[in-house]
């Protein structure tokens, strides 16, 4: 457990200052305007800003970006959102509070992901979606949601992990391909996060399902297609 904590803790001041980073940025862009705007009132004109003058900083979203960091943005969003609604069923319909704790700290995660992702995209002026035709690893299939959705107590807890598992190791293989191919810095190091904290994850889900005579299996759907 102590690994595990240390990973979302790690997840967390990652996105906390990938989140501060772009306020930032925000801030430095609306002090720009308004010193652009009192200059023309002045007569002066307009001067250059920041942004005309010289490349993104390295430490926004709006950074220099390659195809793998937009794909890495489009196919992680929907992944998260399944992840995330899976999560949200836990506190109804998990019996084991170990299931219930972990559920809520998936959704406490991958939550705001999601905007910051989808905030990327906006500033990159990419569409949100990816291209239809692209598998996403992982994902689940809708009559394996279907099923999921139905269950409760020790026959959910059992569906999440199994289900979770696989869907964490696929978030972990797209983290991987950004890693590889990404050139955005908050990108790559969301991606990083990704890896290091859905790796803890899925080894404290494999031991809660060990306890339970389950295991991790490949699921029975097609691959999701987006």
């Known amino acids: 457990m102590q690994s595990h904590f240390h990973g979302r803790l790690r997840r967390a001041r990652i996105l906390a200052a990938l989140a501060l980073a772009g306020t930032l940025v925000l801030a430095a862009c609306g002090a720009d305007e308004d010193e652009n705007e009192d200059r023309g009132k002045k007569g002066g004109g307009t001067a250059p800003t920041a942004a005309a003058t010289a490349p993104a900083s390295p430490g926004t979203g709006a950074a220099v970006f ?7 943005a489009q196919m992680m969003i929907p992944h998260h959102e399944q992840a995330v609604e899976m999560a949200r069923q836990a506190p109804a319909k998990a019996a084991d509070p170990e299931v219930k704790r972990l559920a809520a700290a998936i959704e406490a995660a991958q939550a705001p992901e999601i905007a910051l992702l989808k905030g990327w995209l906006t500033a990159w002026g990419k569409p949100l ?9 992982g994902m689940m299939s809708a009559a394996e949601m279907e099923a999921f ?13 199994e289900l979770m598992i696989v869907h964490h190791e696929g978030a972990i293989k797209m983290a991987e ?10 990108a790559r190091g969301l991606a990083e996060a990704i890896r290091a904290t859905q790796a803890d994850e899925v080894t404290l889900m494999k031991r809660l399902l060990g306890g339970r005579g389950g295991s991790a299996a490949p699921t029975t759907g097609a691959p999701a297609h987006h």
Do not use: W
Request: glycine share 10%; aromatic share 8%; no cysteine.
């Open 149 to 161: 959705g139905k269950s409760s107590g020790a026959d959910f807890d059992r569906r999440f992990l």
């Open 129 to 137: 979606a990816a291209p239809m035709g692209h598998d996403m690893s």
């Open 177 to 186: 391909d950004e890693l590889a191919k990404g050139t955005n810095p908050d």
């Open 66 to 72: 390659a195809d793998a960091d937009v794909m890495f």
